[in-house]
């Protein structure tokens, strides 16, 4: 990792979210992972609507260009740029999602590839596009640094990252009181990844904005077993779950965050 102080504060405030070994060691199944049909409703709705992200990805387009993106999930990210764009390379470490991308690509009659892998493990096997985007990948991120410049070099005019403003699992921050009596951390946020990204080097542009609930359209009952096996909970735990979850922050609108800055060229 490069060792600068903000890449430091980063890396150390993201280590502060672990989940103590003893409530991970109790845990019914993993707390990681994501539903494909979450993400995939996401992505439905994403090329619906427009968003500062969008609007810095598709300025940078050129008709029929190209798009990387990283940590693409169902492509909420870069599907809603096809047009312009007429490729999109998605790159996920999770084969379900790519799937789910490839299917979606496929509805909206794109063309597309997939990379399974890490970043920036898999860097060496993507080729450049145009435009690199991002969404919602920083926070799990202890090198942002080197994420960063690995992503600028795969983007040929632009790359576009959006994030929260605050950690995105802050949102269940008041249910790890309830079940847990544990406390989460309030750093890093969106202020600590630009001075990572500033003291790289890099020209970045900022543009911050309110979204809906990441779940405002979800099914109920996938809103509340995505949080129960977050906060390491059984399924029996589910309904305690419901009858908080209207007065949680996790069903708020979001506060967001665009970053952009040049691609290597």
Do not use: K
Not at 45 to 64: F, G, Y
Not at 120 to 149: E, I, Q, R, S
Not at 212 to 224: G, L, Q
Request: with cysteine.
């Amino acid at each position: 990792m490069t060792a600068t102080p903000a890449a430091e504060r980063w890396a150390d405030g993201l280590a502060a979210w672990a989940i103590p070994p003893a409530i991970l060691d109790a845990a019914p199944e993993s707390p990681w992972g994501f539903p494909p049909a979450l993400f995939a409703a996401s992505a439905r709705e994403a090329m619906l609507v427009e968003s500062p992200s969008r609007t810095r990805a598709a300025e940078a387009l050129r008709p029929d260009g190209s798009v990387l993106d990283v940590g693409a999930g169902a492509g909420a990210a870069s599907l809603r740029l096809a047009p312009p764009a007429g490729r999109l390379t998605a790159v996920d470490a999770s084969a379900d999602m790519l799937a789910t991308f490839a299917a979606l690509a496929d509805e909206r009659g794109v063309a597309h590839d997939e990379v399974l892998g890490a970043w920036p493990a898999v860097h060496d096997a993507v080729a450049v596009a145009d435009v690199c985007v991002c969404h919602h990948v920083a926070y799990n991120v202890g090198d942002l640094h080197g994420f960063a410049m690995a992503l600028t070099d795969r983007a040929r005019r632009r790359v576009v990252v959006e994030l929260t403003a605050t950690h995105p699992q802050s949102s269940l921050n008041g249910f790890w009181r309830h079940f847990h009596q544990f406390e989460r951390p309030e750093h890093p946020t969106a202020d600590d990844a630009i001075a990572v990204l500033v003291e790289a080097g890099l020209e970045v542009g900022v543009e911050r904005w309110t979204s809906p609930a990441f779940n405002a359209n979800a099914e109920r009952d996938v809103v509340v077993a995505f949080a129960r096996r977050r906060l390491c909970l059984p399924v029996d735990r589910e309904p305690e779950i419901d009858a908080l979850l209207d007065d949680s922050a996790i069903m708020e609108p979001r506060s967001m965050v665009t970053l952009w800055w040049d691609g290597a060229g």
